[in-house]
């Protein structure tokens, strides 16, 4: 079965530093997506970033971006710049791809980011 | 465009109570539907989906059910609320094939006493 860790319960920066988040996962499969979804107070999910397994290059989406490695099984989210909007919890997620997303996404337990003015 | 309504916001319900969260999407035909639930400092877990009307498909054994009774309505349902049922509820849709983005509602959050 796949699984997604996140191994860092809560994280800090310094407004308009750079701050990276990790992600790990298990899956036997060898194609997928990749999530990054961002979950403010208002809770609403919101999709920061995706990544393509079979895509060897990084998505980046402005001030966002990622370093995904596939053969380590991992997928770390870089903010650059970062800004007090981007307080929030933070999700690693998993999908399979069968000519698409499936929709069935195995999310990791989170990261809390806060950002120091 | 398309949008996803889910109601009530908030919630607060008795043990033993039943239970009906509804969410319905609009602009899209033929959505993939899905409801997930949030525990307290949790990540998401996926309850069920529905790949059309009346076809659910459950992943956790639990206490809830879900109904699509048309296409773009999906229902959260349960006869006798637990304790363990409290939680942060999320819609979500993906408009079929061949799409790469997940779609979330607003969220439902209930709380059981």
């Known amino acids: ?117 | 465009s398309q949008t996803i309504h889910q109601w009530p916001a908030t919630l607060v319900q008795p043990v033993g109570s039943p239970l009906s969260l509804e969410c319905t999407v609009e602009g899209t035909s033929n959505p993939n539907l899905y409801w997930y639930r949030q525990a307290a400092g949790r990540g998401l877990q996926l309850l069920f989906y529905s790949v059309g009307i009346g076809q659910i498909s459950s992943e956790v054994p639990q206490n809830l059910s879900a109904s699509r009774p048309q296409d773009r309505q999906f229902i959260l349902s349960s006869k006798k609320l637990l304790l363990s049922d409290s939680g942060f509820y999320l819609c979500a849709w993906l408009p079929g094939q061949q799409n790469e983005k997940l779609f979330f509602g607003s969220g439902t959050q209930l709380s059981v006493l």
């Open chain 1, 1 to 117: 079965a796949q699984t997604v860790t996140q191994s860092q319960p809560e994280m800090s920066v310094q407004e308009a530093e750079t701050v990276t988040l990790s992600c790990t996962y298990d899956t036997s499969e060898s194609d997928y997506y990749l999530f990054w979804y961002k979950q403010p107070p208002s809770r609403q999910m919101i999709l920061v970033i995706r990544q393509e397994a079979y895509k060897q290059q990084n998505a980046t989406e402005n001030r966002f971006s990622v370093n995904f490695q596939k053969a380590a099984k991992s997928f770390s989210l870089k903010i650059s710049d970062s800004q007090l909007g981007d307080a929030a919890m933070y999700f690693c997620a998993y999908d399979m791809n069968y000519g698409g997303s499936q929709g069935n996404l195995i999310f990791g337990k989170g990261t809390k980011l806060s950002v120091k003015p």
